[in-house]
């Protein structure tokens, strides 16, 4: 696939999930999409799981916005990086925001089959969003990956 092509679908996705259009983004994706998301240790596959996970996020994260700012290509892969804007809400993260708008670097990998994007790899920086929310980092992990090394409450 031509780069250019890849960056018009790149930025179809990120125009909609800024207006959180959930059917407009599932539009772009392959079948198989597989979403991953390291930050939250998330991963969907398909589109039903991808439009349940976009339902989910948008609920946590109700004014999510994205800028992407430049890309670069090998020819199979897209790299974007930008800007993300987003105010976390709810209790999913076992914390109570602040109602604070985080802005936080991010970058993304995409892949491409059929002249849609077969998969997104978004990575950002968890202790970015959590200090822009007004809430502990170490205390959304627990919730994110519990019983893990590392994130288990210290004996006081």
């Excluded at 960056?7 to 079948?31: G, T």
Aim: hydrophobic share 40%; charged share 25%.
């Amino acid at each position: 696939m031509h780069e250019r092509r890849m960056v018009e679908l790149a930025q179809a996705l990120a125009d909609a999930k800024s207006r959180q259009d959930v059917s407009a983004a599932l539009r772009l994706f392959h079948p198989d999409i597989l979403l991953e998301v390291p930050a939250f240790g998330t991963t969907a596959r398909g589109t039903a799981a991808n439009g349940k996970a976009l339902r989910r996020f948008f609920a946590s994260f109700p004014d999510y916005a994205v800028t992407l700012e430049g890309s670069a290509s090998d020819g199979d892969s897209l790299v974007c990086w930008g800007t993300a804007r987003l105010t976390m809400t709810g209790d999913r993260f076992g914390v109570r925001p602040d109602g604070s708008c985080a802005v936080l670097p991010v970058f993304i990998r995409f892949t491409f089959r059929d002249d849609l994007i077969a998969s997104e790899r978004f990575f950002f920086d968890l202790s970015v969003l959590c200090a822009g929310s007004g809430v502990s980092t170490d205390a959304v992990r627990r919730t994110l990956f519990p019983g893990t090394p590392g994130t288990e409450r210290s004996a006081r």
